[in-house]
């Protein structure tokens, strides 16, 4: 099945504190990440994953065409896929 091919690892960056639960302050937030696909119009096709699986936030494709290995997630994400199985009501 396909890849998603070359990815891009994007930052989202926070630079004010960002207040917990518990009370306690985060005085800047980095948040790493990458997207896959397009949105389509209804914007109801986006999967955020959550996770604490690896400290990587490289979950699928690949970051060069030399890489030697693929995300994570890669044998679920993208084209054929099991993510792009699943129907959300």
Known sequence: ????????????HIPKPVMLACGRALP?????????GELNANKNNAVLICHALSGD?????????????????????????PSTQINFL
């Open 28 to 36: 800047v937030l980095d948040i790493i990440y990458e997207t896959y």
């Open 57 to 81: 936030h490289h979950a699928a494709g690949m970051h060069a065409h030399d890489d030697k290995k693929a995300g994570w997630w890669d044998h679920y994400i993208g084209p054929g896929k």
């Open 1 to 12: 099945m396909g890849s998603v091919g070359i990815v891009k690892p994007q930052l989202l």
